[in-house]
């Protein structure tokens, strides 16, 4: 029987391997290995064989192989997520980091078209290229590919001015798992003509289909960008800073995150060539960043937010970054906090999500819960409090075993984070998504009504149940 099953799967590699050619197919587990773990190093899986599509064509012959030989699949960009979703378990894996071309640049609409593969920064840079901006905007951008964000609806630290990636998508092309090619690359702003289908693959963790391609919402570029790096004594005092930031910039807020005092200093410990612009024994700072079409009367406007916020006694003490070195320095600190956290060790991750409104009383109840049930446990709270996206990560007591903490003793604990989110009306997934590790939670969390609705559609794209098994559903 185990024989039969290694000959079916000898065979479909040899198919495979007509289809796609050399190139389009891996069985050398030296390439394989960076594939099968996820970046924290907590996952580890398997798979028969990586496969490396080049083309929609070569993607869509690989599934209709898949699907011919009843076999399970899971897609693969940049591998950077967080919750368990792109190591495969046995699955065939269908990394799309060869299909990265540049399809189209629409200036004059204000939209490009890439392909699955192609990476962040790169997406990031072809806009520029253009006079344009794409804002999307993540620690993880050097590897995380369109493919892998439209799958995670990816949000970042742009979200509070342009929205999620499910903002930024225009249209997409996807195969299906039979092999059919959907062409849904229509630039369009205004497309009322039916479902709007692209919706659905955006944030599926790729159990409907593979991601091919997709046209994107390009912006102006600012002419300016004020940054700034502030001391406050609470979360509460930086959601009063947010309205007061909102208010007087008219709405160009386009970062808002809040670092802690313990993120600050394992950024400052393990990451080189790092340094706290605005050294202090407050708990809290937070980055502000105004993004302005204008250089005149930028300064002035950042000046004098803050000297209102200093005023009303929001903001202890501030610096607005004089350089393109300075404003680098503060970003850089902000976006290696999950870089350091992991140097540091293990922790009990939580990426959930409240109204704003909420943000800090979940950020006081929460740290409270985590030290009345991990006395000595140290909560590392931080990120996008202007989308209301709070990363609650808690670190093992001293002495204890850090991975029985995070597999075992502290789900107590998370559980009780979570319940606190859905207490505040929250999501126990702001932007990572729900992958394998919170499978069993959303199930139960989730209203039935909600849970048929989501397995009804799963069962009219992917009737065998090929696609990502075992992931969100
Ligand atoms: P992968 O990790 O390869 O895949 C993610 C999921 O999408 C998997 O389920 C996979 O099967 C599926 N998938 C991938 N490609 C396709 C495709 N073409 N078609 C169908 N399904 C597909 N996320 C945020 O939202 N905001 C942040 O601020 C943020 N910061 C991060 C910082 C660091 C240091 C790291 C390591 C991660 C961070 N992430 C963040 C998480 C991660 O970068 C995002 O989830 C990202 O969108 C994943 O993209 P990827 O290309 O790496 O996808
Ligand atoms: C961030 O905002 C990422 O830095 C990572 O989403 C969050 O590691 C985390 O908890
Ligand atoms: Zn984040």
């Known amino acids: 029987m185990a024989d039969d099953q290694g000959d079916r799967i000898s065979t479909f590699i040899a198919r495979l391997t007509d289809a ?4 389009g197919v891996s069985t050398d587990a030296h390439e394989i290995d960076p594939h099968i773990s996820d970046w924290r ?6 798979t028969p064989v990586l496969v490396k599509p080049a083309s929609t064509e070569e993607v869509s012959a690989a599934m209709t192989l898949c699907a011919a030989y009843g076999l399970a699949v899971n897609p693969q960009g940049g591998n950077s997520g967080m919750v368990n979703g792109s190591v495969p378990q046995g699955e065939v894996l269908i990394s799309l980091k060869r299909m990265n071309k540049v399809r189209e640049v629409d200036v004059l609409n204000d939209a490009m078209t890439l392909e699955a593969g192609v990476i962040l920064t790169r997406a990031q840079e072809i806009a520029e290229q253009n006079d344009r901006l794409f804002p999307l905007s993540l620690g993880a951008q050097g590897v995380a590919m369109i493919g892998g964000l439209i799958s995670t609806n990816a949000g970042g630290v742009q979200v509070l001015r342009y929205g999620m990636m499910r903002d930024l998508v225009l249209g997409i092309e996807a195969v299906l798992p039979d092999g059919r090619v959907w062409n849904g690359l229509r630039g369009l702003r205004k497309d009322n003509t039916g479902y709007d289908l692209k919706h659905l693959f955006i944030g599926a963790e790729g159990t409907l ?5 997709a046209t994107l919402k390009l912006f102006p570029r600012p002419a300016v960008k004020e940054t700034a790096w502030v001391t406050v004594a609470s979360p509460t005092k930086a959601v009063e800073l947010l309205q007061l930031a909102k208010a007087a910039s008219g709405g160009a807020v386009t970062g808002f995150e809040i670092v802690p005092q313990l993120g600050l200093q394992l950024v400052l410990r393990h990451i ?3 340094r706290d612009p605005l050294p202090s024994g407050l708990p809290w700072r937070v980055l502000v960043e ?3 079409p204008r250089e005149e009367g930028a300064r002035d406007m950042m000046e004098s937010l803050l000297a209102d916020a200093i005023g009303r006694e929001i903001v202890a003490d501030a610096v607005i970054c004089g350089s393109e070195a300075q404003k680098a320095m503060v970003w850089k600190i902000r976006e290696n906090i999950a870089v350091a956290e992991r140097a540091h060790g293990k922790a009990l991750k939580h990426d959930v999500s409240v109204p704003v409104s909420r943000v800090a009383e979940f950020m006081e109840r929460g740290a409270a819960l985590a030290h009345t049930m991990s006395p ?6 931080f990120g996008h409090v202007g989308d209301g996206n709070i990363h ?5 007591p001293p002495g204890a075993d850090q991975e029985r903490f995070v597999e075992q003793d502290g789900l107590p604990l998370s559980k009780a984070v979570h319940d606190l989110i859905a207490s505040l009306n929250g999501s126990i997934s702001a932007e990572h998504g729900i992958g394998r590790l919170k499978r069993d939670e959303l199930a139960w969390r989730k209203s039935a009504v909600e849970m048929d609705m989501m397995r009804a559609v799963k069962r009219a794209l992917d009737p065998d149940g090929r696609m990502n098994p075992g992931r969100v559903l």
């Open 392 to 396: 609650f990560n808690i670190t093992p």
């Open 209 to 213: 289909g593979v991601v091919t391609a």
């Open 20 to 23: 796609l050619g050399p190139k």
């Open 290 to 292: 105004l993004s302005l």
């Open 376 to 381: 000595g446990a140290d909560v590392i709270a």
């Open 41 to 46: 190093g907590r996952w580890k899986g398997s």
């Open 272 to 274: 080189p060539d790092t």
